[in-house]
């Protein structure tokens, strides 16, 4: 696989984030290495859309790569994708993705996206929005994909939308070795929490952890109050 035969990707809104950020990113990948070594095929969902996944996931794309591994993200969100709407940008009109993988229009070189200047990042993206995924998803050409992947770098984050919402997720999960559940701070009640935490062990993937998305900064400068508007907490999900 030799990037000069691979269509390129531009992220269109910039990753670039303030300290407190990068090191909560950083913390993140350590934890990964540490408490998931095995989870190298990573679903990242939440019980609601609007709780920040993508944002997780392309971030979590990035710190990856700048450390040096080979990671390639999949969009499967078919029905909204805030990676397609917020952050891609193709010097082609459409840009091919999933969906036109697994409906046969495309092939697998045809929607596997290198990243402008981020070397070792790759993107799948969504492509066309479908009405129901489902179809698609249990498509013999996902598991060829998912396999295709596993075998070709070193992680792979897979985007999904929200389990709590519709089943796409739950086809994904057998794929997949871990899951990071994405929970937006002041937005989501514990028993809200708790049920898509079983909805996910339920499917057969691990939860590795959570991610407190959005949490407001405790100290209270004005530049913390500006600019720290996000702060993300990585744990290993209770055994209670």
């Known amino acids: 696989m030799r990037n000069v035969d691979l269509p390129t990707l531009i992220i269109g809104k910039s990753l670039e984030l303030p300290y407190e950020l990068k090191e909560a990113f950083n913390s993140l990948k350590i934890n990964l290495n540490f408490t998931a070594e095995d989870a190298k095929v990573i679903m990242i969902t939440s019980s609601l859309a609007g709780e920040g996944k993508s944002f997780i996931s392309m971030h979590l794309m990035k710190v990856l790569a700048e450390s040096g591994k080979r990671v390639c993200l999949i969009d499967t969100d078919m029905r909204r994708s805030a990676i397609l709407s917020d952050y891609l940008i193709s010097s082609d009109k459409n840009i091919m993705g999933l969906s036109h993988y697994l409906s046969g229009q495309s092939s697998f070189g045809d929607v596997l ?70 929970i937006k701070s002041g937005q989501i009640n514990r028993n809200l929490a708790k049920n898509t935490a079983r909805q996910i062990e339920e499917s057969g993937c ?25 702060n993300h907490y990585y744990g290993a999900p209770s055994k209670k």
């Open 113 to 182: 996206y290198r990243v402008e200047n981020m070397e070792r990042a790759y993107i799948i993206s969504c492509g066309a929005y479908v009405v129901d995924p489902t179809i698609l998803l249990e498509n013999n050409r996902f598991k060829v994909l998912m396999e295709n992947v596993k075998n070709n770098f070193d992680y792979v984050i897979v985007d999904c939308a929200p389990i709590g919402l519709v089943a796409d997720a739950k086809i994904v999960s057998k794929y997949c070795n871990g899951a990071l559940m994405v």
């Open 206 to 230: 691990r939860l590795i952890g959570y991610i407190l998305n959005r949490r407001k900064s405790q100290k209270g400068s004005y530049y913390e109050k500006k600019y720290y508007r996000y």
